[in-house]
């Protein structure tokens, strides 16, 4: 099993936040470039937006990576809802400080007017909107005193559109927004992401039409497209080991790629 | 863990729904059919004689029922008057529709249906109207610019390229000449197809990538002569099907 065909591809769509899986494609890419110089202007918050499954776990990650190497940048991950808890990390992981006592705003804007650093200190929140409007208050007024600043993503939802809340409306200086991938993009996607990893046998196999049934059932979302990529290189490895003469090596099969929606529930039958 | 078999079976169950609406629209076809045709023979020994409608239009397009003695089985015998065809005949059509439009365009205000005449109209030709050409906005619905920008959404060929010069590995050969394929670019495809076969001569797509070129090349003599060459060593049915295609002027 461990040398199928089909087992090397199947690691490489596992669902796994890592900026060095970043997949360059054009319009991410412009992204990540009006992204990246967004954070050298002097704004103080950042907004990265859109639907689940566009990108913006991984472009946050990636540009934690990128940015790491020659400023202070902290990347908050898991949301921190306690307000204390929130503060307390933060003034350990960009000024070095962990008092002992219980940490409020105040304490936290006089820790960082103590403190003379060369470049304002990034925070990228992922998540934000697991946060309580009342940190979402005190983050705000934190990027204001420009203690720090703060790049963040949110899911846009239909039930209630984010941005037009108040406390973002008045204080985002930029905002970004992710759209769904087109299945041209997502073609290019899953063949980059095998070539990079020298699978060019795997890379051959699919199609305009394999492609265009992806898009269809993933919509264009990447987090789908990795789970169903998953599933299907998974389906892929059974057959290869226990019935072989039924893989078509110049094609993926439709029906596989269904038979994988199904497993991940794209498909409901 | 997947449970393959499990999972064919709700495939199977999966595809007959989506399937279902097809299959019931195409029942209620055929049903509606069946019906009608069943429903207008049924219908044939009960329907009256066959009335011998007479209208006698005025010139002027006035249609007016003469008043006509009814026959034994109370049926109406109408009689047509063909003066208004003869007009028609008489008279070429593009002068007349000027002056009396109204006779060829008024429906008859009767229900019963006119006997066909077997003469019929000569009406001018049809021409469709010229289509204009609208030029193609640029602009969205918001009034915003949507810029296309064509350099982008490709894979770095030239990377990939490199590589395949570093790695000479078939596969990635295959798939750059079936890149340059898919975008026209005839020569890159027949190179690169090339090579792949001199890596490896027993990939059946890459000989069939080199033959397609070739034919888009305008090299047709030496495609077809490549495919019965390696016919002979493969017995591949599918170049057989493109050589095949190729001779009958199928693929160009």
Redesign the interface.
Same mark, same amino acid.
């Given at each position: 099993m461990e040398n199928s065909l089909f087992s090397k591809p199947r690691e490489l769509f596992l669902d796994i936040v890592n900026p060095r899986d970043y997949v360059q494609?054009?319009?991410v890419s412009h992204m990540y470039q009006s992204l990246k110089s967004s954070v050298q202007k002097p704004l103080k918050m950042i907004l990265l937006y859109g639907r689940p499954g566009t990108g913006k776990s991984m472009l946050l990650h990636k540009l934690h990576h990128d940015l790491s190497k020659h400023q202070k940048v902290l990347m908050v991950s898991t949301p921190i809802v306690d307000e204390d808890d929130f503060l307390r990390v933060l003034a350990q992981n960009i000024f070095g400080h962990a008092p002992r006592e219980v940490m409020t705003l105040n304490r936290f804007l006089e820790i960082s007017s103590a403190l003379s650093l060369s470049s304002i200190p990034i925070v990228l929140l992922d998540e934000a909107q697991l946060y309580s409007p009342a940190l979402m208050e005190k983050i705000r007024l934190i990027s204001d005193a420009r203690a720090i600043k703060f790049v963040i993503t949110l899911h846009k939802t239909d039930q209630e559109d984010i941005i037009a809340k108040e406390h973002f409306q008045t204080r985002i200086w930029e905002s970004i927004e992710l759209q769904n991938a087109t299945a041209?993009?997502l073609k290019?996607y899953v063949?980059?992401k095998l070539?990079k990893s020298?699978c060019?046998?795997v890379?051959?196999m699919f199609n305009d039409k394999n492609m265009k049934l992806i898009a269809t059932l993933t919509k264009g979302n990447y987090r789908d497209t990795n789970k169903l990529l998953f599933?299907l290189f998974?389906?892929y490895c059974?057959?290869e080991e226990?019935n072989p003469t039924l893989i078509k090596y110049?094609a993926i099969k439709p029906?596989w790629i269904?038979?994988a929606a199904?497993?991940t529930g794209l498909?409901h039958? | 863990m997947?449970d393959?078999k499990k999972? &064919?079976r709700?495939?199977l169950?999966?595809?007959l729904?989506s399937y279902a609406p097809y299959f019931i629209v195409l029942i209620v076809i055929i049903t509606s059919l069946i019906g009608s045709l069943i429903w207008l023979n049924t219908k044939k020994p009960i329907q009256p004689p066959i009335m011998t409608n007479k209208l006698n239009i005025p010139p002027k397009n006035t249609t007016q029922k003469t008043p006509m003695p009814l026959n034994d089985q109370n049926t109406t015998v109408l009689e047509p008057s063909m003066e208004f065809v003869q007009s028609f005949q008489n008279t070429p059509i593009q002068e007349d529709a000027s002056k009396s439009p109204a006779v060829l365009s008024k429906k008859p205000v009767h229900t019963q249906s006119l006997p066909s005449t077997p003469k019929t109209l000569n009406m001018p030709e049809y021409t469709s109207p010229p289509i204009i050409p609208t030029a193609v906005k640029s602009t969205n619905r918001d009034g915003s610019l949507s810029i296309n920008?064509n350099n982008?959404?490709?894979?770095?060929i030239n990377d990939?390229q490199s590589r395949f010069k570093e790695t000479s590995?078939a596969?990635?050969g295959?798939?750059i000449a079936?890149y340059y394929y898919d975008h026209g670019n005839y020569d890159e495809a027949y190179n690169y197809a090339l090579k792949t076969n001199n890596i490896n001569n027993r990939i059946? &797509?890459s000989w069939i990538l080199f033959a397609k070129s070739l034919v888009k090349l305008g090299r047709t003599d030496q495609a077809k002569k490549t495919l019965q060459l390696y016919i002979t060593q493969s017995n591949s049915e599918t170049a057989r099907g493109l050589l095949d295609a190729i001779e009958r002027g199928n693929f160009k």
């Open positions: 494609i054009d319009s041209e993009e290019i063949q980059k070539l020298n060019f046998d890379a051959n599933s998974s389906l059974w057959y226990n110049n029906k269904e038979m199904i497993h498909i039958a | 997947l393959i999972l &064919e709700r495939w169950k999966y595809k729904k920008r982008e959404n490709k894979l770095d990939l590995n596969n990635l295959l798939f079936r059946d &797509e």
